[in-house]
């Protein structure tokens, strides 16, 4: 069964700081790996996801995320935090089957400090 | 073009009342998704609908939970006979077509309350 762990319910940033958001995942299938941040009040929104075409994934916003088998992981990261990119950041995996209902980790809130 | 819209925004219900929630997903878009956002639970998959076949409710957590699609397009959830156990944001998504690989987009979800 697929499942996928958000390490760190809150992370705080100074604006201009690295932004890393973990997430490890649990796959008996190749993996496909999405993340999706929510602004207060939204719905969610897709930032990246992963289907297998390369390790590296650029999403919007200057976010992007690598995929690493070795370590069952897929981070978020960001060179240098905005203050707009304070929101709460879901990663989750595709359930498998035909259907590809998602699978979310618990969610990153993430703050930036200016 | 248009996103995926759901009505009403918010919801503020009595417990013991039914409640029906609608989603109106991208307009060509086969594949739509229930799930349910609360404090304890996080994000979780209520149903699936893929065009016009009988859905996936592995995911729904009582059989007061209903879900129709008409007409492969707009989906309504009921919920009947609320407990306050059920307030929590409903997101509806829709995909272009069913598989792991189809990016989901979601609506901006229903607040029920119920008091």
């Known amino acids: 069964a697929q499942s996928v762990t958000q390490l760190g319910s809150h992370v705080s940033v100074s604006e201009g700081a690295l932004v890393l958001l973990r997430c490890n995942y649990s796959s008996s299938v190749p993996p496909y790996l999405f993340w999706y941040v929510q602004y207060p009040n939204q719905g969610l929104q897709l930032l990246l996801k992963?289907?297998?075409?390369?390790?590296l994934v650029k999403g919007i916003n200057g976010f992007e995320a690598e995929f690493k088998k070795s370590e069952t992981s897929f981070h978020l990261t960001k060179p240098s935090a905005h203050m707009s990119d304070a929101a709460e950041y879901f990663c989750?995996?595709?359930?498998?089957?035909?259907?590809?209902?998602?699978?979310f980790g618990k969610g990153t809130k993430l703050s930036v400090k200016p | 073009g248009a996103g995926v819209s759901q009505s009403p925004s918010n919801k503020v219900t009595e417990k013991g009342k039914d409640v029906e929630l609608r989603c109106d997903p991208i307009?060509?878009?086969?594949?739509l998704y229930w799930y349910r956002q609360s404090l304890g639970q996080g994000l979780e998959f209520l149903i699936y609908?893929?065009?016009?076949?009988?859905?996936?409710k592995s995911g729904l957590p009582s059989d007061r939970f209903s879900a129709e699609r008409t007409g492969g397009s707009v989906s309504t959830l009921t919920i009947q006979r609320t407990q306050q156990e059920d307030s929590a944001v409903y997101l509806c998504?829709?995909?272009?077509?069913?598989?792991?690989?189809?990016?989901?987009?979601f609506g901006p979800g229903t607040r029920l309350l119920v008091l």
């Open positions: 989750a995996v595709s359930g498998g089957g035909s259907q590809g209902n998602l699978i």
């Open positions: 998504a829709s995909s272009l077509d069913r598989g792991d690989q189809e990016t989901q987009y």
């Open positions: 307009s060509g878009h086969t594949a």
């Open positions: 992963y289907t297998s075409a390369a390790t």
């Open positions: 609908f893929q065009g016009n076949s009988a859905p996936d």
